[in-house]
């Protein structure tokens, strides 16, 4: 993938994230920064990197990892509470600026990439983009809008997060204070919660 250093610089701003949430399944509590390898819309399309993603609002971050494109098409969009039991959630905030570059707005376009890379259900455009911002040029992440909520959302390359980032305990979401407003701000109800 071609990308102009000119642009990118451009586009590259120093971002200090404050409180920013991160939703993971249960098992990975203890670990709240801990990161794997996957198929998501800015990972390593050969492994090479990690990242950790982070929502602005919890209404995001639960579309992003739990709801995401289930209830395309249904009136009823309700989740058992056994599912929200399996998940909880960590506020993650930066120990200073950290360099991203910025896809919120008009950012792909000035980098001449598809769209698709940032918002669309496909994310082979955003693995190969994101690999090319990692391996050519010293950034930290990269920060985008939700397809889902258009909410901000920030993904931090592995070798940012430990020296950079710090998080809170997990706690259940279940258990979260700001659980129902969220939900009720994506048009989702949990069936069982008390």
């Not at 920013?20 to 920064?33: C, D, E, Q």
């Not at 909880?88 to 950012?107: C, F, H, K, M, Y």
């Amino acid at each position: 993938m071609k990308l102009d250093p000119k642009v990118v610089a451009d586009l590259a701003l120093p971002f200090w994230p404050k409180a920013y949430l991160r939703v993971m399944p249960k098992a990975h509590a203890a670990t709240p920064l801990g990161m794997g390898f996957g198929q998501t819309r800015f990972a390593a399309p050969d492994n090479s990197f990690q990242l950790v993603y982070l929502a602005r609002n919890l209404a995001t971050a639960i579309a992003e990892t739990i709801v995401r494109d289930r209830f395309e098409g249904r009136a009823k969009r309700v989740l058992d509470i056994t599912e929200v039991e399996d998940w909880v959630v960590s506020e993650v905030s930066a120990r200073e600026p950290i360099t991203v570059i910025d896809l919120r707005t008009t950012g792909l376009f000035k980098l001449g990439v598809t769209t698709n890379a940032a918002r669309a259900k496909q994310q082979a455009a955003g693995r190969r983009l994101s690999k090319a911002l990692h391996d050519r040029f010293v950034v930290d992440g990269v920060l985008y809008s939700s397809r889902l909520t258009s909410a901000e959302c920030l993904a931090v390359y592995d070798r940012a997060v430990n020296s950079k980032l710090q998080s809170t305990a997990a706690v259940s979401l279940a258990q979260h204070a700001g659980l129902i407003a969220a939900l009720t701000a994506i048009n989702v109800s949990v069936r069982g919660l008390a």
